[in-house]
């Protein structure tokens, strides 16, 4: 169960959002600007509220009422950024094994190898990521953001640079195993298909307010209308 | 006839310039590092007080320190009942000043090349449960190693190159404070200019030798051959 009540300002924008979810996976909409990266940082922990409270599966992450602010290493969540941001110096492999050091060697090597696969990415470990297209570096992070075993999984457009066949199965094998290891996902997307095909929660902000809470089908109902008008006028 | 070279001088010099640079870098590289992940509004004034030594002239730099570590202060009579001895005309009041005095030649190149590693990655760092000693060390530094290198040059030659901190505070005590810019001063003053000629020779050999190192591997950036910063 993720709960959050969070006021942020960043210049003049500023962020206003109170929610509380428990799905498996929920989807953040809203168009470009509305506030949903913002969000996911705060969640992270890589940017500090206003004022504020979070909390993961009853355990607080952040309240600034008594000045709490857990770091992000120590918050078991994890954030894949549209931008994969992996380590230049290290190989894949070292990359994916970076959130790994309490392991000993074997189990790092073997979690390694285990992410990997999931991802899809396992002819990659050798290489570095200068040397990725940017599909396989997206890829890539995902494993090593998943191998440390977070409870909550921030995804902010992660799979952008993948074609839609691939990134649905990659979405799908995703899925499957965030529900078999019980973690969280929370997911922000601008696109509309991205968030209906989910057919998750959907949490729809607009200028950094909550604006509705549901099921996709439903608070994504004008929305749809609008795409359905969208492609009926592009076929005409 | 003198010596063609005086080679305790030269010897002193590197030993100051080595000891020097092993101590700015424990200090400089978390300094750096903490001007430039930190959020505290008094890191402004900090890094203001880390750069001061580039604008304040070197003799006036000495003469503080040399009352501040001399028998007329807290400071300076504490030190000397830790010691045993005044840190000033010693070789560790060489050092003392000499840190002072070339720390934002080790700072400033590290601040800048930390600046310069993307973000994105420091945030993916932390996210992955690095505490500030892994991002510096597996992260920051790695990434910033050509601003690494360049912080070891500026303050090792700076070191070498130093005179006006050097005459104050240590004065010119042959095997203990005389450098081998001060041998230079005192050939000078003696019209040897020959001898001159050769140590300033030596002097300049280090600091083309040392640029040229520094350069190159600004090269190797332009031209693409270095690593970059983000993936």
Known sequence: MLEFSLHARRGSFQLQVECAFSSDWTVVFGPSGSGKSTLLRLLAGLDRPTRGRIALDKRTLADTAISLHLAPGRRHTALVAQQPALFPHLSVAANVAYGLRSLDRAARAARVEEMLALAGATNLAARRPQDLSGGEAQRVALARALAPAPRLLLLDEPFSALDGVASDALLERLQLWLKENQVQAVMATHDVTDALAMGAEVLFLREGRLTALGPAAQVLAAERERLTVRLQHRSD | ?231
């Open chain 2, 1 to 231: 006839m003198t010596e063609l070279m005086d080679w305790q001088a030269f010897a002193l010099s590197l030993r100051l310039a080595t000891v020097t640079t092993a101590i700015l870098l424990a200090i400089a590289v978390p300094l750096a590092a903490l001007l430039v992940l930190g959020r505290s509004r008094w890191l402004a004034a900090l890094e203001a007080l880390a750069t001061l030594p580039m604008v304040l002239p070197p003799t006036v730099l000495g003469f503080f320190l040399l009352v501040l570590l001399g028998p007329r202060t807290a400071v300076g009579r504490g030190i000397t009942a830790l010691l045993g001895h005044p840190l000033a005309f010693s070789f560790n009041g060489l050092v003392v000043g000499s840190v002072i005095y070339s720390l934002p030649f080790a700072v400033q190149p590290l601040v800048a090349g930390f600046a310069s590693v993307d973000t994105a990655l420091v945030d993916a760092a932390r996210l992955l449960g690095a505490g500030p000693v892994r991002l510096v060390t597996s992260i920051l530094v790695p990434l910033a190693r050509r601003s690494l290198l360049a912080a070891i040059v500026l303050s090792f030659l700076h070191t070498i190159g130093e005179f006006g901190v050097v005459l104050m505070l240590g004065g010119d005590i042959p095997g203990s404070t005389r450098t081998l810019s001060i041998v230079l001063y005192n050939q000078v003053e003696n019209f040897d200019y020959a001898a001159a000629n050769r140590t300033a020779a030596i002097l300049l050999g280090m600091s083309v030798i040392a640029l040229a190192l520094i350069y190159s591997q600004a090269q190797g950036r332009l031209s693409g051959t270095g690593s970059k910063h983000s993936a």
